[in-house]
């Protein structure tokens, strides 16, 4: 039976010879008579296999329907199920281009078989997924031919763990593309390596561990001169030579320039920690299947789980800090001007289709209304803590702040580039990811050019402390708005309080327009006078004498960490 809907009424019969009745239709299309309530079963069960993470006997129980019936409607409907490239070539998704992959172990009969999965970076969708009887290089090669044509996807860059069998298909099908070594794999790896396999010195176990922490902090290091100067220290350290770890520090010498890759491409992850999240999620109904009887039979049913998390609503977040990110929707209450923050339905459609790959920016999924008209926004949701926590504990390190600051002002550029005016950035508004990329959250008070004012008169939006002068004046603002707003949190970043002050949001405003900023050097030692001067470029009361747009603000700060790079190595070299 096809399942169609080019159907009619055929007749009706009795149920166990009572004055039950029950409908019988006909399918036009494989000529079929069927009854429809097992239609109304076969989605129930589906959604209480799939979604509640029963069994079929469990799924017979509720349904009340003989275990082998549950199986052989799902089974069907398996069978009926797209693949995931059918899938990708009939909607054309968009996605981010960096490629996360990783395999996992499914039981078929008696044997092992690896199901081969790649997911998008950011929108954590899987382009593409194979079940094949090995992980070996030639089914990864067949995997990333079919990632290529007919799939098509915009490849920058792959991430993945060191599996010889996998780089050997990468470099095959390939060659040119960035490649990630997955930093997480490497450190448990070697972790591993050093704790059960190496043969330790006797009365050298804390050089081991010495050594551990001075991998992880390269491999966590912030830039890449950074991960260089990490790796050059532990090379010339004459306490991991004694401890017999020559060997090993060969080996990551040959690993180095994979595991610095994402250095030299924003916005590519220096982990396929969200491939290995999404196999869990994968894992929560294999393992529970306890392994397949044939190859046909698993695969379908990989075809309707990889569905079922490609199309699933997630409508709640976990996270422990949910209240700042995931889900984000308009709470009763809200101010009359809700709806106009973001003008009509042709600018939320604009927003909602911009930010798709940006790294900088949070993921928009969907803005739309509630029944009550309120506007709410969906957002991905992404583990670390805020900006304003991290000032909390007191102003960071120049570098940290430059380099969180650069991300912003790219993150603002895209979106500046697309039209688009964020109007409240602010320590609050700024997430730090757990990989280190800075994330811009909330335009709910963002404008679109050209599209629905959003300024009534005598009315402002923002936050008064980050607000630029035309912004409390109430007038019409562009992006050079949001570079003010900029360099104030950088100024906080610094020294760890706000450029302009006050007991009320009139006083903060009157500052704002009227009084200039301490300078950073009179309130912390140690800033550089060019970082001084881009604060105060930023803080301009005029826009016209401000960075025009966030890309000159840009190029000024990298031309700063390339200057205060050069003057630390050459110090060091002194000493």
Not at 392 to 412: F, H, M, N, T, Y
Not at 544 to 551: D, G, K, L, N, P
Request: proline fraction near 4%.
């Amino acid at each position: 039976m096809c399942h169609g809907f080019h159907t009619r009424r055929r007749a009706f019969f009795s149920v166990n010879q009572g004055s039950k009745r029950r409908r019988r239709c006909y399918c036009y299309d494989c000529r079929q008579t069927f009854t429809p309530r097992r239609h109304q079963t076969t989605e129930e069960a589906l959604r209480l296999y799939f979604d509640s993470g029963a069994s079929y006997r469990g799924v017979a129980r509720r349904l009340k329907v003989e275990p082998i019936t549950i199986y052989k409607r799902i089974i069907r409907m398996c069978f009926n199920c797209k693949s995931p490239l059918e899938v990708s070539l009939e909607l054309s998704p968009q996605w981010s281009g960096y490629l996360l992959v990783d395999g996992d172990s499914i039981t078929v009969g008696r044997r092992k078989e690896s199901l081969l999965l790649g997911v998008d970076s950011y929108s954590q969708d899987i382009p593409h997924a194979l079940l094949a009887e090995h992980e070996n290089s030639q089914n990864w090669e067949r995997f990333f031919q079919q990632i290529h044509d007919p799939i098509g996807y915009p490849l920058k860059g792959i991430i993945s763990d060191g599996d010889p069998a996998l780089q050997k298909a990468r470099e095959a099908v390939f060659p040119d593309v960035p490649w990630q070594l997955c930093i997480k794999h490497f450190e448990d790896g070697l972790s591993r390596f050093l704790r059960y396999q190496f043969t330790q010195k006797r009365g050298y176990w804390r050089e081991t561990d010495r050594f551990l922490k001075a991998i992880h902090d390269m491999l966590y290091a912030k830039s890449f001169e950074k991960a260089q100067r990490y790796l050059l220290a532990i090379s010339i350290d004459p306490g991991f030579k004694q401890a017999g770890l020559s060997a090993v520090i060969d080996t990551i010498h040959e690993k180095f320039p994979y595991l610095v890759t994402h250095h030299f491409h924003p916005g590519m992850p220096r982990t396929n920690n969200i491939a290995e999240g999404v196999i869990s999620r994968l894992d929560e109904k294999i393992t529970k299947a306890d392994g397949y009887l044939y190859h046909d039979t698993c695969w379908a049913t990989m075809k309707m789980l990889i569905m079922w998390y490609r199309f699933k609503k997630f409508t709640d977040c976990r996270k422990k800090n949910k209240h700042k990110n995931g889900k984000k929707s308009a709470q009763p209450g809200q101010s009359e001007y809700s709806k106009d923050r973001l003008g009509s339905s042709q600018p939320k459609a604009s927003l909602g289709t911009i930010f798709n790959t940006p790294p900088n920016i949070g993921n928009i999924h969907e803005i739309d209304e509630t029944k009550e008209g309120q506007t709410f926004m969906v957002m991905a949701c992404y583990e670390g803590e805020s900006l304003d926590e991290k000032i909390e504990r007191g102003p960071l390190k120049i570098d940290e702040a430059v380099d969180i600051v650069s991300q912003i002002a790219q993150g603002l550029s895209k979106a500046h580039e697309k039209g688009i005016v964020h109007r409240d950035i602010k320590p609050e508004n700024i997430l730090i990811a757990d990989d280190r990329v800075v994330k811009i959250l909330d335009f709910g008070l963002a404008k679109l050019r050209g599209k629905t004012k959003l300024t009534k008169e005598g009315t402002t939006l923002g936050t008064v402390t980050y607000m630029s002068p035309e912004q409390t004046r109430g007038e019409e603002v562009d992006r050079r708005s949001d570079i003010w707003s900029l360099g104030v949190v950088l100024y906080e970043m610094i020294t760890g309080q706000t450029p302009f002050r006050g007991d009320y949001d009139q006083a903060i405003m009157y500052s704002i327009i009227n009084e200039k900023p301490e300078p950073v050097t009179g309130l912390r030692t140690g800033v550089p006078l060019e970082l001084e001067r881009i604060v105060l470029k930023c803080l301009q009361k005029d826009a016209r004498e401000r960075y025009q747009t966030a890309s000159d603000l840009l190029a000024d700060l990298h031309h700063f960490q390339r200057i205060s790079t050069s003057q630390s190595i050459s110090q060091k070299t002194k000493e």
